[in-house]
């Protein structure tokens, strides 16, 4: 099937809410780190071993890392695409049939749920797709993603993991926090939990 097909999941919502993350956290890790030449938990700080020199050789190290970091970061979240004649999911260049999609699992943004949260689903090992459901108290998908992302739940194979010590699954939301079967899913995508309200 041509390229035409896929329908690139845009979710510019989750673009936003990294941006202001990564906004904070990068700036404070190269200040952060540049200024631990000054400092030594024993014996003598990069500045007293190498002296002045350290300083730009310890912001440039930090400012690399913050720059791979962050591409790191664009690179697992980079937006995920759906083939609904072809029945089947692109995940950074990973094709995933509809009926391979076997987990889905709510995940907090920070502090538990307040900041967000987002819907991961994939193969129980391999890369997932990931897609912002709520930020703050707000739902964000409109009514295209979440009929798109309805479609992709109902022709998948989502079930809840299963304990050896449990396996008719009784307790999987116990055992298995996060985790949803796929009515849970498509429950989640329609009406996303509010902060601190227990997935289904």
């Known amino acids: 099937m041509s390229d035409e097909t896929w329908v690139v999941f845009d979710d510019e919502p989750k673009q936003r809410v990294l941006v202001r993350a990564m906004r904070v956290f990068l700036p404070a890790s190269v200040i952060f780190g540049t200024a631990g030449a000054f400092f030594s938990r024993g014996g003598q700080s990069l500045v007293d071993s190498f002296g002045p020199i350290a300083v730009p050789v310890s912001f440039v190290f930090w400012a690399t890392a913050a720059a791979v970091g962050w591409n790191v970061v664009l690179w697992l979240n980079e937006p995920f695409a759906i083939d609904l004649a072809g029945r089947r999911l692109r995940i950074r260049h990973r094709v995933v049939p509809f009926d391979q999609i076997e987990r889905a699992e709510l ?81 989640v995508v329609r009406d996303p939990p509010a902060p601190g309200e227990p997935a289904p």
């Open 107 to 187: 995940v907090g943004l920070s502090d538990g749920d307040r900041a967000g949260l987002l819907l991961k689903i994939g193969r129980r090992r391999g890369p997932t797709a990931s897609v912002l459901l709520r930020e703050r108290s707000t739902p964000v998908l409109d009514d295209h993603r979440r009929d798109l992302l309805i479609e992709v739940i109902r022709a998948s194979s989502i079930a809840r993991p299963v304990s050896p010590h449990d396996p008719t699954g009784k307790f999987g939301r116990f055992t298995f926090p996060g985790t949803l079967d796929k009515a849970g899913a498509e429950q």
